[in-house]
């Protein structure tokens, strides 16, 4: 399984941005889909993860009702929406594929994206 993010961006605070994960491979709807972030200095934690149908969600507490993720199985391709953005969502954010069920440890996730910047101004 290959990934490639992108989206990332320069946005000012309480702007938008949409990330994309674009997938290729036959199984990319067996795999649970996450997202991780890593900002400079700091170690690379969990965003949101996404079920293999879609149908189970689950956020960190620092972005929960503001990022929603998503994905679309017959593009092959995972997305995080993100509104209400503050200057400490900056960081790169890595898309990531698990065969465990909603993982949310970076350990449990055996294929990553090369990653994609997002820089939130104040």
């Known amino acids: 399984v290959q990934l490639q993010a992108s989206g990332g961006g320069l946005v000012q605070a309480g702007g938008s941005l949409r990330l994309s994960c674009a997938t290729s491979?036959?199984?990319?709807?067996?795999?649970?889909m996450g997202w991780f972030r890593q900002a400079p200095e700091k170690e690379r934690e969990f965003v949101a993860a996404?079920?293999?149908?879609?149908?189970?969600?689950n956020y960190a507490d620092s972005v929960k009702g503001r990022f929603t993720i998503s994905r679309d199985n017959a593009k092959n391709t995972v997305y995080l929406q993100m509104n209400g953005l503050k200057p400490e969502d900056t960081a790169v954010y890595y898309c990531?594929?698990?065969?465990?069920?909603?993982?949310?440890?970076?350990?449990?996730?055996?294929?990553w994206g090369q990653g994609t910047l997002v820089t939130v101004s104040s």
């Open positions: 491979g036959r199984t990319f709807s067996t795999y649970t």
């Open positions: 996404i079920s293999w149908s879609g149908g189970s969600t």
């Open positions: 990531a594929a698990s065969r465990l069920f909603m993982a949310t440890t970076r350990t449990r996730y055996e294929y």
